[in-house]
Nanobody, 126 residues
């Protein structure tokens, strides 16, 4: 059974940085893609970034390009989201999710993923 645990969220001032982690277990990393998503109250869950674990292919939402970077550790069991130059509109609960690459590819679309973590809160405020 695939399990995902997010961590690293918190309160940060605009312009600051946070590094989120997604620890994955119960799967074969080479067959999966992992995505990061976020959700603010009253809004739909939106895609942030994704990475294909076996080749490092990535995608980013336009709203975070140039500010966020997705990466993995060498064993591909942890995915990071480095978030720089944070803005208040980046506030939300951040989730990681995974799905078989052959099913979803590398997409920043929540509906493409079947396995989800519990989320970690990110608040950007002065």
């Amino acid at each position: 059974q695939v399990q995902l645990v997010e961590s690293g969220g918190g309160l940060v001032q605009p312009g600051g940085s946070l590094r989120l982690s997604c620890a994955a277990s119960g799967f074969t990393p080479g067959y999966y893609a992992i995505g990061w998503f976020r959700q603010a109250p009253g809004k739909e869950r939106e895609g942030v970034s994704c990475i294909v674990l076996n080749d490092g292919r990535t995608q980013y939402a336009d709203s975070v390009k140039g500010r966020f970077t997705i990466s993995t550790d060498n064993y591909k069991n942890t995915v990071f989201l480095q978030m720089n130059r944070l803005k208040p509109e980046d506030t939300g609960v951040y989730y990681c999710a995974t799905e078989l690459f052959r099913v979803t590819g590398c997409k920043v679309e929540a509906g493409a993923y079947g396995n989800w973590g519990q989320g970690t809160q990110v608040t950007v405020s002065s």
